[in-house]
């Protein structure tokens, strides 16, 4: 199990982790990236998942450096 998280103040809507997967992530009415199916609390959307090959791979390619993966120990994946 991985936990996702996207901090949506640092988001520069450059669009790359939807181009990646648009599945799983989304434009949300605020034209921030979300993380699709996530809670979010207090703008920050969190999300735990079982594979996190794309998650990362996202993460890789975020402008803004707001995606992170962490495994169930809370380390960064
Ligand atoms: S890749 Fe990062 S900065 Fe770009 S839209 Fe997605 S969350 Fe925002």
């Known amino acids: 199990m991985y936990e996702v998280v996207l901090e949506r103040e640092d988001c520069t809507i450059c ?4 181009e ?6 989304a434009f949300d009415d605020d034209d ?3 993380l699709v199916g996530s ?10 998942i079982d594979d996190a090959e794309i998650y990362k ?4 390619n975020c402008t803004g450096e707001c ?11």
Not at 15 to 18: D, K, L, R, S, T
Not at 39 to 48: G, H, K, S
């Open 15 to 18: 669009g790359n982790c939807i």
């Open 20 to 25: 990646i997967d648009d599945t799983l992530f």
């Open 32 to 34: 921030l990236a979300t």
């Open 39 to 48: 809670i979010r609390d207090d703008d920050v959307d969190e999300i735990e």
């Open 57 to 60: 791979e996202a993460a890789d």
């Open 67 to 77: 995606i992170e993966v962490y495994d169930d120990e809370g380390n960064p994946a």
